[in-house]
């Protein structure tokens, strides 16, 4: 990977390609490696959540300003996030579509780390209607 980096770095250097948000790209190449490793049923939520609300609200951001490198770890683990989440559904037998109060506060209880990660998520699938105002 360090080496790819040096590779197109001397590239962009020499005008063969176009300087771009490197922190993005990192975001965007990891984003479909990690929703390619999930099993079916999590990627089919989780990959929605990460490519169509946090990779388009990072372009978004990029757009107006540099993306940090910061920001990119940020989105990692928010996407990361999601997919315990789901994992953690699958452990117990739910659905998010049956999922609520009294579970999410279980998970909560037992992840207290992942608060605002998770708030974010099921907030999303609220919005999509993938589950009920819990």
């Given amino acids: 990977m360090k080496s790819t980096r040096s590779v197109r770095e001397l590239l962009v250097g020499t005008g063969v390609l176009s300087a771009r948000q490197e922190n993005l790209a990192r ?3 990891w984003t479909s490696a990690f929703i390619g490793a999930l099993p079916a049923a999590q990627a089919c939520v989780v990959g929605p959540y990460a490519r ?5 609200d990072a372009r978004r951001r990029a757009a107006r300003r540099p993306y940090s490198s910061r920001a990119a770890d ?3 683990s928010g996407i990361r996030i999601a997919a315990a989440s789901t994992a953690w559904l699958d452990h117990e037998d739910l659905d998010l579509t049956e999922l609520t109060q009294a579970d999410l506060d279980r998970y909560l209880t037992e992840h207290p780390t992942k608060h605002r990660g998770t708030r974010a998520f ?3 699938a609220i919005m999509r209607r993938l589950t009920t105002r819990t």
């Fill in 74 to 76: 940020a989105d990692v």
């Fill in 27 to 29: 975001l965007e190449t």
């Fill in 52 to 56: 169509w609300h946090i990779v388009r």
């Fill in 122 to 124: 099921i907030r999303w």
